[in-house]
């Protein structure tokens, strides 16, 4: 007898799974549904390539399906011009087969990542004929898609999709890909609400309570591994996903981003180690798929490069880091206009996160007169992909360097003595990245200026923007965490007990960050703290155990802990 996806993870055991149901006030479907007439084919789990064990039968012919479930087990892993080569193979054996160009549509549907190709999804459903014979199960996968690529704004059409997905998923719960693909509509829903947290955070929550159910039931299942990590990303709930994290690369160890998507949930946790093994084998997966392939190099997952760059920047490991940006700079030189390309629609450009990787360098190292470097490669340059990002760093850099130069600290002046703060410019319609840069450049210029009491309104109104923000993803978007500068600029000043509070709170939001450690050592130094600092250098130096030699910050932790030691 089928069971429900709640008896699926309650006979999981997974606790945690069953309370984020009840938190969110979920209820998967009760009914047993319907026993669906679609042809039942037997699949070697190796027909799949190594892409994890899916089951979804169809009316599609024996020799066509093999190659559809490869499709599918491709979608799972977000493998989509794989995914798109699979079922165009399935269509090509099987003409009539309406499922291998329903999944042919999905294909070009990249939910998480914020992107569809309308054009090339509805001129694949055209190939479905008017005399294509489906089972009624079939028939509503169909009817959704058909929803999915209407004629609506996009957030009525994923809205009006996840609906239909959340009513084929209670009527066939055996049926594990509808609810899979329900999971990552509600992924897809999520992505619409940035500036709703608590509405995202729902949509995350249900999708992370739905793969649970699956890999209780399945855990080879790729969906239940992936869709788990994205669904728990952020600071709180990332723990609940290390249990998938640690076995997705090894239930799709083909897909170069079912290697890399582990590092999610291991850069939420700060393991380190476990991230730059994870985007290392992300990153060379992808080269070797494109070389064998012969792609374009744009196809190479430099996703994966500037992740593992970023940890290896958390490692101290300053030189490896530098010489990811020089591959990256090579792949650049050597590409050619062909390169610089739209795949199935997307952009997938040999630049992109070019400028993300420089900008996290020059910030990570505080190399701070690299910034006025050009970064110039051919006739690219740091800032062509994001300007303001740029000149962001660059100015932020430069104010940073006569910071650090100076050569006594100031002192807090009297209030009466202070100017009425001023608002920094803002611009219609900029975000709230922008608006936080903004804030963080006026508040090291008044820093300059010495005025202090202004330095703390404006880094208070950005460290509450920043909050705003829903929780990070991967290395920060912003470059340079506000409650880390924050914490810095109050150590500047002499009000070492504030800086320790915005410290931990920047290693709240971004476990086991480097600075933000070292912020907190030198913090509760201040305080006259001492086992508070030998801890938090102890922590700093285990993430750096493998770091550059003859770095300042290293050779600090490790004179306290030895002079500590002797005391």
């Known amino acids: 007898m089928n069971t429900t996806l709640l008896s699926r993870i309650w006979n999981y055991g997974c606790l945690s799974a069953l309370l984020i149901v009840f938190m969110i006030g979920y209820r998967p479907p009760l009914s047993l549904g319907k026993v669906d007439q679609s042809t039942t084919v037997t699949i070697e789990p190796s027909s799949l390539g190594k892409l994890g064990t899916i089951d979804f039968p169809t009316s599609g012919s024996a020799a066509a399906q093999p190659h559809f479930l490869r499709g599918v087990a ?10 798109v080569e699979a079922f165009r193979r399935s269509t090509a054996i099987d003409p009539n087969f309406a499922m291998g160009y329903w999944g042919e549509a999905m294909a070009h549907h990249h939910p998480v990542w914020k992107e569809e190709n309308l054009e090339a999804a509805r001129t694949a459903l055209q190939h479905i004929s008017d005399t294509a014979s489906v089972t009624g199960r079939e028939g509503q996968y ?17 809205q009006a999709y996840a609906a239909q997905m959340e009513s084929l998923a209670g009527e066939y719960p055996e049926d594990l890909e509808a609810t899979c693909f329900y999971a990552l509509s509600l992924l897809g829903l999520a992505t619409h609400f940035n500036m709703e947290p608590d509405r995202q955070e729902k949509y995350r929550m249900q999708a992370g309570a739905l793969t649970l159910g699956v890999y209780g039931v ?23 996903a290390l249990p998938q994290a640690r076995r997705y690369a090894q239930i799709a160890p083909e897909a170069h981003h079912a290697q890399h998507m582990p590092a999610h949930i291991f850069v ?38 500037y992740w593992l760059q970023y940890a290896y920047l958390q490692q101290g490991r300053y030189n490896a880091a530098a010489a990811l940006i020089l591959e990256k700079q090579q792949d650049m030189a050597q590409s050619l206009s062909s390169d610089q390309s739209q795949i199935h629609g997307s952009d997938r450009q040999v630049t992109r ?18 910034a006025r470097q050009a970064w110039q490669v051919k006739d690219i340059r740091f800032g062509d992909e994001s300007p303001g990002k740029a000149a962001y760093v660059q100015e932020f850099a430069q104010s940073m360097g006569t910071i650090r130069n100076q050569a006594t600290v100031q002192h807090p002046i009297h209030p009466s003595a202070v100017p009425p703060a001023t608002e920094p410019p803002t611009k219609l319609g900029e975000s709230i990245t922008s608006q936080i840069w903004n804030l963080q450049l006026a508040a090291l210029k008044q820093f300059m200026n010495g005025s202090l009491n202004q330095v703390t309104e404006l880094l208070e109104q950005a460290t509450a923007l920043e909050e705003s923000l829903p929780p990070p993803s991967g290395p920060p978007d912003l470059i340079k965490p506000t409650h880390e500068l924050y914490g810095e600029i109050l150590l500047f000043i002499d009000r070492p007990k504030e800086a320790r509070q915005q ?16 912020g907190l050592a030198r913090a509760s130094l201040q305080l006259g703290h001492i086992q508070a ?6 922590n700093f130096l285990n993430i750096w155990k493998q770091a550059d030699p003859g770095l300042p910050e290293l050779q600090e932790a490790k004179a306290f802990l030895q002079q500590t030691t002797r005391q």
């Not at 996160?353 to 690299?370: C, H, K, L, P, S």
């Open 74 to 83: 491709a979608l799972h892993s977000f493998w989509y011009e794989e995914a």
């Open 142 to 158: 169909l009817q959704a898609v058909q929803t999915l690529f209407g004629e609506e704004n996009k957030l009525v059409r994923d």
């Open 218 to 240: 399945n855990p080879h299942h790729p969906c239940a591994a992936h869709y788990t990590i994205h669904a728990f990303d952020d600071p709180i709930h990332a723990i609940l």
């Open 268 to 305: 939420q946790l700060g393991m380190w180690e476990e991230a730059v093994a994870s985007n290392k084998a992300g990153w060379e997966s992808s080269r070797s798929w494109v070389k064998d392939k012969q792609l374009p190099l744009s196809l190479q997952d430099y996703h994966s490069l």
């Open 353 to 370: 996160n070019y400028d993300q990787m420089v900008a996290a360098f020059i910030i990570e190292t505080e190399r701070w007169g690299q």
């Open 503 to 518: 410290f931990e709170r920047a290693l709240f939001r971004h476990h086991n960050r480097a600075r933000s450690l070292l």
């Open 533 to 538: 600092t030998r801890q938090a250098y102890a």
